[in-house]
């Protein structure tokens, strides 16, 4: 089983740019997330989505972009790429709001 | 603000020793409160979780306590080794009504030396 397969592993973005971190899981899960990780600063939510053609902001969703067109992908959009988008990114997702969340190997981006 | 805080942020304690994380929160409608473990250059994976409805919960050598009142809860791991070097997050969420996402708190990363 594959479970939650992030793409890519790592990017170097230049100011400015755009990209799009790709995410796909076949478990068949309702919920899927976007986090970013800082140093010393956990997980902290970026968008959600409990369903296919719904999603919601989290707790830092400026400067971010999603969609969900699919119950497998959710692909997060980065328009105009800040240094302070370095960061590394998980995607995860599970059945329900409380069940266990499943994560993908992360995305390490680089602004420069 | 942060809705779920975790202290310590780091610790170190000898093979054997039972290392212990806490974390607290204030909204009362979560009703799922799982610990991720997070080992370099891999994403968290669930590691135990439990529910309001019961005070502790035991898979192996990992114990959660849970104190409804005072909101908060704990992660005691036994006979710690020098494997469960990691980091350690403490989450919350809910699915009821509200649909509060998983929030993490800042985690703690723990060393074991032999």
């Known amino acids: 089983n594959a479970g939650v397969t992030q793409t890519p592993k790592f990017r170097i973005l230049k100011i400015g740019q755009s990209m799009t971190l790709q995410c796909t899981q076949d478990?068949?899960?309702?919920?899927m997330y976007w986090y970013r990780q800082d140093p010393g600063m956990g997980l902290k939510l970026i968008y959600y989505?409990?369903?296919?053609?719904?999603?919601d902001k989290g707790e830092v969703p400026n400067g971010y972009n999603v969609s969900r067109s699919t119950t497998e992908d959710f692909p997060l959009r980065l328009e105009l790429a800040a240094p302070s988008q370095t960061s590394v990114y998980f995607c995860?997702?599970?059945?329900?709001?409380?069940?266990?969340?499943?994560f993908g190997q992360g995305t390490r981006l680089t602004v420069v | 603000q942060q809705q779920v805080k975790q202290s310590p942020q780091s610790l170190i304690v000898q093979k054997g020793g039972i290392p212990i994380i806490n974390c607290a929160y204030e909204?009362?409608?979560?009703?799922?409160f799982p610990w991720y473990q997070q080992f370099p250059g891999k994403g968290p994976a669930l590691l135990i979780a439990?529910?309001?409805?019961?005070s502790e919960k035991k898979e192996g050598r990992f114990t959660i306590s849970f104190n409804k009142s005072a909101k908060q809860f704990s992660l005691h791991i036994m006979d710690s080794q020098p494997g469960d070097s990691a980091t350690y997050f403490c989450?919350?969420?809910?699915?009821?009504?509200?649909?509060?996402?998983?929030?993490f708190g800042k985690g703690t990363r723990l060393s074991v030396i032999a």
């Open positions: 995860a997702s599970s059945y329900g709001g409380n069940t266990e969340a499943f």
């Open positions: 909204n009362t409608a979560f009703d799922y």
């Open positions: 478990m068949n899960h309702n919920y």
């Open positions: 989505s409990v369903g296919a053609g719904i999603t």
């Open positions: 439990i529910r309001p409805d019961v």
């Open positions: 989450a919350a969420s809910t699915g009821l009504s509200g649909n509060t996402p998983l929030v």
